[in-house]
Nanobody, 115 residues
Framework: QVQLVESGGGLVQPGGSLRLSCATS????????MAWYRQAPGKQRELVAS???????NYADSVKGRFTISTTTAKNTVYLQMNSLKPEDTGVYYC?????????WGQGTQVTVSS
C-alpha cells in the first residue's frame, strides 16, 4: 500500500514563496511518475507540475518560471518550490504518484495567497 503525506501549505502574501513536500510510504518503483495538482474553489483539479522517472519535468503554463518540482534521489519525497506566488495560485494542492497505472493521492494541503 502506498501512502502520500503532504506538508508545507499555508498563508502567504502575493510575491512570497512556499515549499510543499510530499513523503511516500510503502512501495516505491523506479518508474513511478510524481506530480502536483491543485484545485481552486469551484474549479476542477488541474495539473500543476509533474516529474517522470527519468527526471523530465512538465509545468502548467500558468506556473512556468515560478514553480519547480523536484525529488530526492530515492524518489520517496517530491517537492514543489513555489515563488512569486499570486492570488490565483490559491487552492488545495494534492500530491500524486502514478505507479503501474494506479494513481495514489495525498490528502491535500491548503495554499492561500492573500494580502
Amino acid at each position: 500500500q502506498v501512502q502520500l503525506v503532504e506538508s508545507g501549505g499555508g498563508l502567504v502574501q502575493p510575491g512570497g514563496s512556499l515549499r510543499l513536500s510530499c513523503a511516500t510510504s510503502g512501495r516505491i518503483f523506479s518508474l513511478d511518475r510524481m506530480a502536483w495538482y491543485r484545485q481552486a474553489p469551484g474549479k476542477q483539479r488541474e495539473l500543476v507540475a509533474s516529474i517522470s522517472s527519468g527526471g523530465s519535468t512538465n509545468y502548467a503554463d500558468s506556473v512556468k518560471g515560478r514553480f519547480t518540482i523536484s525529488t530526492t534521489t530515492a524518489k520517496n519525497t517530491v517537492y514543489l518550490q513555489m515563488n512569486s506566488l499570486k492570488p490565483e495560485d490559491t487552492g488545495v494542492y494534492y500530491c500524486n504518484r502514478n505507479q503501474q497505472l494506479i494513481n495514489y493521492w495525498g490528502q491535500g494541503t491548503q495554499v492561500t495567497v492573500s494580502s
